[in-house]
C-alpha cells in the first residue's frame, strides 16, 4: 500500500500538468457551502427558486427573463452574494462584460471571499479578466478561489506560472523517455 506522498509524487508524474502541493492528491474538490443563516429562511428559499428558474431559462436561451428573475431575487435579500453570482453569467451570455464584471465583483464583495459562491465568481472574474488580458488580476482571483480549493482555478494557477508550465513539460518528456526508450533521441554531443 502507498503513502499519500508516494501517490501525490505518482500523480504529478502522470498528470504533469496538475499542481502539486500538500493536497494534491485530492481528487475531490473541498465542498463549499455558503452561509444563509444571517437572511430569513422563508426570503431565502424564495430568492433560490428565482434563481434556479433564472438558471433554466438561461440555460434553455431565454437569457432576458432569466436576468429578469435574477433581479428580482436580488431585490429580495440584495446583500445575498448567489444571485449576483448567477445573473453576471447571464450578462457574459449576452456579452455584457462590463455588467457581469461589476456583478461578479459585488458577490465576492458581499461573500467576504468565502464560500460557495465566492469561489464560482473568482473563476468567472478571473476568466473574464484573462479574456481581457489581464492577468495579473486573472492570477490574483485565480490564486484566492485555489486556496478556497477551487480545482480549476489550481489549475489556472499552474498553467499561468511559466516556471511550473516548463518543469511540467520537461517532467512530462522525462516521463515519456522512460515509458519508451528507444523513441527518444540521445542527447548531441
Known amino acids: 500500500m502507498s503513502s499519500l506522498r508516494d501517490q501525490a509524487v505518482l500523480q504529478a508524474i502522470f498528470n504533469p500538468n496538475n499542481p502539486f502541493g500538500d493536497d494534491f492528491w485530492l481528487d475531490a474538490e473541498v465542498e463549499l457551502t455558503d452561509d444563509d443563516s444571517r437572511f430569513d429562511s422563508v426570503l431565502v428559499e424564495q430568492a433560490k427558486d428565482l434563481e434556479l428558474r433564472g438558471v433554466s431559462l438561461a440555460e434553455a436561451g431565454n437569457i432576458d427573463t432569466a436576468l429578469e428573475l435574477f433581479g428580482r431575487a436580488i431585490a429580495i435579500i440584495p446583500e445575498r452574494a448567489s ?34 459562491t465566492a469561489s464560482l465568481a473568482l473563476v468567472q472574474r478571473g476568466l473574464l479578466h484573462r479574456l481581457s488580458q489581464r492577468d495579473p488580476e486573472a492570477l490574483q482571483d485565480f490564486q484566492q478561489a485555489a486556496g478556497l480549493g477551487n480545482k480549476f482555478a489550481r489549475k489556472q494557477v499552474t498553467l499561468m506560472n511559466p516556471y511550473a508550465a516548463l518543469c ?22
Open 83 to 116: 444571485a449576483y453570482n448567477n445573473r453576471a453569467q447571464a450578462l457574459r451570455l449576452k456579452g455584457d462584460t462590463t455588467g457581469a464584471l461589476s456583478d461578479l465583483d459585488k458577490a465576492v464583495e458581499l461573500s467576504g471571499g468565502r464560500g460557495r
Open 168 to 189: 511540467n513539460c520537461m517532467l512530462g518528456e522525462m516521463m515519456a523517455n522512460l515509458r519508451n526508450p528507444k523513441a527518444s533521441t540521445p542527447p548531441s554531443v
